[in-house]
């Protein structure tokens, strides 16, 4: 699929509360992303280079980000409502770029064939991250790299605590984000090795989800 029109079927597979965030979803990050996410994620895309699988794409946040010299452009979205919106922008854009209908779990790659993939908030959203950077891994080239930007577990204890306490509710507003994962370690322990990693505050956002690290991992050339 590519920048044409998604059908009005495609959404029939989002239940209400999917279709609802997905269009709330821009506006309740506009704050963020004016407050400096934007700009992160510039810095970060401007690392993406060769073939570019970008996990979770969403309404497309990422897509003005991209160098123009990528060498191909590939936004992975499982959830159809999401995935309409991202369509809708990735036209106005007029980018190249291809939009597929597959999960982080599950990525349509042989091994060994992309050169960057790309995660920003989707590692928190993931039932379980384990099989997900498994899967980054083996699609990956040696010497391919992830590029990341997660929000993550707080190193305060007193806001890791109500990080742990709202789990559940956030978890339930926001689509299955888990608010509390420490995903920079779990990161550490796939196998990639880390190239180089900041810490951030997500201003603009509730502090249960302000924690960010940004940052590049690569496969081993072995």
């Known amino acids: 699929m590519s920048g044409g029109t998604v059908p009005m079927a495609a959404v029939a597979?989002?239940?209400r509360w999917a279709r609802a965030f997905a269009l709330l979803y821009d506006p309740l990050l506009?704050?963020?992303e004016r407050a400096g996410m934007g700009a992160r994620r510039r810095d970060l895309l401007g690392h993406a280079t060769g073939r570019t699988v970008e996990l979770g794409s969403g309404t497309g946040l990422n897509l003005g980000y991209y160098p123009d010299d990528v060498d191909e452009l590939i936004l992975t979205e499982p959830e159809a409502a999401m995935r309409t919106r991202?369509?809708?922008r990735l036209r106005r854009s007029r980018r190249s770029a291809r939009v597929l209908d597959a999960s982080a779990e599950r990525l349509p790659f042989a091994d060994d064939t992309v050169d960057t993939v790309v995660s920003t908030l989707v590692l928190c959203t993931v039932d379980d991250p384990d099989p997900v950077l498994r899967?980054?891994?083996r699609v990956l080239r040696p010497g391919g790299r992830l590029l990341f930007l997660e929000h993550v577990r707080s190193r305060?204890?007193?806001l890791a605590y109500w990080q742990d306490r709202l789990a559940v509710p956030w978890r339930r507003f926001a689509e299955g984000c888990h608010c509390n994962r420490a995903t920079l370690e779990l990161?550490?322990?796939c196998g990639l090795e880390l190239d180089d990693v900041q810490e951030a505050s997500w201003r603009g956002l509730?502090?249960?989800v302000r924690p960010l690290i940004m940052g590049a991992a690569t496969k081993s050339r072995v």
């Open 13 to 15: 597979g989002s239940d």
């Open 30 to 32: 506009w704050a963020g």
């Open 86 to 88: 991202l369509v809708r």
């Open 135 to 137: 899967e980054i891994e």
């Open 156 to 158: 305060s204890p007193r």
């Open 187 to 189: 990161i550490r322990a």
């Open 206 to 208: 509730p502090p249960i």
